[in-house]
């Protein structure tokens, strides 16, 4: 590209519509000239060619991405990752904000997709290494989208819990138990204080465990459970499968007694979570198999907030994440930001509770909730509840029991001391962990 050429792909944000824009924030490491870098990768996410031979025109105006805000951050003597990059010269890291027209591809999120993280974007000349880290919309773009039927409001209306974390539960084994032995452990953990029991991600529709069977009786002792503890309760049933049979395992699922449904979006596409959410009459909960393939490494990718963002939009109730701790590998600042992704101001999308998870047990929730800093977040252990030495009920109650100290202030060492549940968790899964003060009036 010439100087005019790459002019053409800049911009000042002010002025610009912004209603007309979503803005995109990525990270790339170019070789050579990083404003033509620039301009190239806008080029080929929008007019990669402009105008047509022969014919006065120039229809970048309107049609072109355009870069407002290009910061060089480092000049590096070799890529990130090991790559082919056929372009010679010194290899910049940047910073780039782009103004997308999203009348390039309307309110559809494939055609989204396709056009931010697509091959305009990782097949830029001369950029091998990008990670788009962050999306905007505008509200003219968000009117398209329902968002959450239910939202964090809806849950708790319909659990009837208004002032704490909810609480789900694993059921474990996640897989190989018939449905009978699958359904009584979830009732012992209904019994026990969890207010959502649910199928692993993995847990399909199989012959050794057959989605009908496995709901009716759920169901079944799901109610069983409510009559007994005089609170509502879920059983959230997976219903990952082939996107033409998403509608029909759903209605089966509510017929024989499951009252929330299970995705795994990126497997399934958010486009197919965005239809079954126009069909759905249950809360529909995310999981995250793909996330860390995607947004693992730090140079590359996609970011993870930008995923829940989107599946935000496409109509999750509640977005299981990666959590905190080792376990996971990634950093609490990363689920922070799915945290608010979840919860912050969205247009007239409702908020999605956030729910980070991964080997958490009574000792943790302390932690998960002082690092959030409030109450709207969903705790969902597995083995911390189902492989509780005195029980799945005894696991659940642990986690309750570490709630009521955690809302009064109480070490859950001297709550242990009168609670047996308690004790025996700390005793299997400690020990605790290290924790700054919290206390459950913090702000939400």
């Known amino acids: ?46 007019t990669a060619q402009w105008r047509r031979q022969g014919v006065d025109e120039d229809l970048r105006p309107r049609f072109a991405a355009k870069v407002v805000d290009l910061q060089v951050e480092a000049t590096l003597s070799r890529f990130t990752y090991p790559v082919d990059c056929p372009a010679a010269g010194p290899v910049h890291a940047c910073r780039l904000r782009i103004a997308h027209p999203h009348g390039n591809f309307g309110p559809r999120l494939p055609n989204l997709l396709s056009a931010i993280c697509g091959e305009g974007t990782f097949f830029s000349p001369g950029i091998p290494l990008v990670k788009l880290l962050d999306i905007h919309f505008p509200a003219t773009y968000l009117a398209h989208f329902e968002g959450p039927r239910f939202g964090v409001a809806g849950l708790r209306e319909r659990l009837g819990v208004y002032d704490r974390p909810l609480f789900f539960g694993v ?12 359904a009584e452990v979830g009732y012992q953990g209904w019994l026990g204080g969890l207010d959502i029991a649910k199928d692993d991600e993995m847990l399909a529709d199989m012959a050794w465990c ?38 029909d395992l759903h209605d089966l699922a509510v017929s024989r ?23 759905a009459q249950v809360p529909l909960i995310a999981h995250f198999p793909l996330t860390a393939a995607l947004s693992r490494l730090p140079h590359f990718g996609i970011h993870s907030r930008v995923l829940t963002r989107l599946q935000r939009l496409a109509g999750f109730d509640a977005i299981i994440m990666p959590g905190f701790g080792p376990r996971m590998m990634t950093s609490a600042a990363e689920v922070l930001d799915n945290v608010r992704a979840c919860l912050e101001p969205l247009g007239p999308i409702k908020p999605s509770l956030p729910v980070p998870g991964g080997s958490d047990w009574a000792g943790t929730l302390e932690e998960v909730h002082r690092l959030i800093g409030g109450v709207d977040f969903g705790f969902v252990p597995g083995r911390g509840v189902f492989a509780h030495p005195l029980g799945p009920a005894a696991g659940a109650r642990s986690i309750r029991q570490a709630w009521e100290a955690i809302a009064h202030g109480i070490p859950l060492a001297r709550q242990a001391l009168d609670h047996p ?22 702000a939400s």
């Open 421 to 442: 549940e308690l004790a025996a968790a700390i005793a299997a899964f400690g020990p605790l962990p290290a924790t700054g003060p919290a206390s459950a009036g913090e």
């Open 1 to 46: 590209m010439n100087a005019a050429d790459v002019a053409g792909f800049f911009a000042e944000w002010g002025a610009l519509n912004p209603e007309d824009y979503l803005s995109l924030d990525y990270y790339l490491e170019c070789s050579g000239d990083p404003r033509q870098a620039a301009a190239h990768f806008c080029s080929e996410q929008s």
């Open 171 to 182: 059921i474990k084994p996640n897989l190989g138990l018939p449905p009978e032995a699958f």
């Open 257 to 279: 007694g499951a009252n929330a449904v299970l995705v795994n979006a990126m497997p399934v596409g958010l486009s197919a979570v965005r239809m079954l959410r126009r069909h």
């Open 210 to 247: 057959p989605l009908a069977e496995r709901s009716a009786l759920l169901g079944a002792a799901r109610r069983r459970a409510e009559a007994e503890t005089g609170q509502g309760k879920i059983y959230l049933a997976n219903i990952t499968d082939e996107v033409d049979r998403l509608c």
